[in-house]
């Protein structure tokens, strides 16, 4: 798990890209909370600006070494609007021929202007130098437009509203790369 937007020394900047404390890769939900929770008590301080491009060139280096049947999503949890949108939009065309998908969950009062702007259901996000990406792999949820008035507190939708763009940005990712389901595993 990386963080980024903290403070891990006094005498450091804030820190855009760091590995989480703990056994990395994390092991499902119940590793990545572990994780989480032993981070705090290595940062000093959260912190502004709020840049994504560091977490997301990580995520690219990693499907870059991967093996052809792996595909990465990378969720991005964030309290503040976007402060590195040249570099984010760069990072996230480059991204976007890779097995990679991008959901980003804001949580808090921010307007998330710039971060909304990041998920193109309707066109393809442009690079300032007119690069666009081959497909859209971005999905914004914020986290206060979620009801919470059901039994479960809101997490059904949330997670439906997480993940409803994926199986499109796989299948994408798979069409434009031919690649061809494997044969069926019979032996169970």
Not at 64 to 78: E, H, P
Not at 138 to 163: E, N, W
């Amino acid at each position: 798990m990386l963080g980024f937007g903290a403070i891990l020394n006094r005498n450091e900047g804030v820190n855009h890209d760091f590995f989480l404390p703990g056994e990395q890769p994390c092991e499902g939900i119940k590793g990545a909370l572990i994780a989480y929770k032993k981070t705090f008590s290595h940062i000093e301080d959260l912190s502004q600006p709020t840049h994504f491009s560091g977490v997301i060139n990580h995520t690219i280096k990693m499907a870059n070494r991967a093996r052809g049947d792996q595909y990465f999503i990378l969720l991005i949890l964030t309290d503040g609007n976007l402060s590195d949108m040249k570099e984010t939009k760069e990072a996230i065309v480059k991204a976007s021929s890779l097995p990679i998908s991008i959901v980003i969950v804001g949580i808090g009062d921010d307007d998330f202007t710039k971060v909304r702007d990041l998920d193109c259901d309707k066109r393809l996000l442009k690079t300032e130098d007119g690069r666009h990406a081959e497909k859209d792999i971005v999905q914004f949820v914020s986290y206060k437009d979620i009801p919470s008035g059901a039994a479960d507190g809101g997490r059904y939708h949330l997670t439906q509203k997480m993940l409803e763009e994926i199986p499109e940005q796989f299948m994408s990712y798979m069409r434009n790369h031919h690649i061809r389901p494997g044969p069926r595993d019979t032996a169970s």
